[in-house]
């Protein structure tokens, strides 16, 4: 695991009451991530996503009625355990024409006390941008859809 | 494999005169990469790499007495068959902070003839990126590169 750089990670961790798997399957499963990816009342209402080194992770998120579409790639797949992947290149590692917030999610999943240790963190390349990230909201969004990502995991 | 996408993407294909074990390690050790890595008179003085997804590679060449780095990171790894590296992320799978031409590098090494059938092919974002490359001299440099890699191949 790399360690954190805290000018340019940001890192969310929590302890979630349901067993490793499930969480796994939430997170790669595309009709299990649909219920908890986005903050309610945001709607995720597409996910493509091929979770092996080079498959494609696309979402498309509702706000306010218009669509916002986010393409990236899984890197690294490692099931109930691992999973990363990155905004900077697209399917089968290609780079990304517009790179958005341009950056790496490395998610880890480790059994606690008959749950979950779930950690979310988003590596960046500047400052600046992991900045923009977290005042876009990093640990509002993720906290919050870490509580979601738990109910339905709960509910399998 | 990814289809070769003729807007985005250069390639490259050379049938060499070593089997594909030898071809790979002139690849993947850092002391037989700095003897072919780069067209002579430029020299390769530097190579650090970590062979494995996430892993870094890491390049300094010197261009008339400068030296020019250059980072990376492995993305996939299939030995005497497969290596894929770009130059957007850095070890650990992190964006960089700024990227250099921003390319993902695919090469792929099966035995032909008695020898290595070695394609290389650059995946950019962007037609610009792709025709930038094309220009920097992408064919000829890795044209020449590619017969002293089989060069020193041969040698082993």
Redesign the interface.
Known sequence: M?PL?PE?DLELTRLLKAPPAKVWRCWTEPELLKRWFTPHPVVTREAIMDVR??GRFYTVMVIDGVDHASDGCF??VEPERLL?F?D????????????GL???A?LTFTAEDGGTRYTARA????PE?AKQHAEMGFHEGWGAVAVQLEGVAQGL
């Open positions: 790399t750089n340019l080194p080079g890197l690294a990363v990155t900077t290149l697209e399917a089968g590692f290609r780079p990304v024409a517009e790179p341009g950056f790496t490395m590596m960046h390349g500047k941008s």
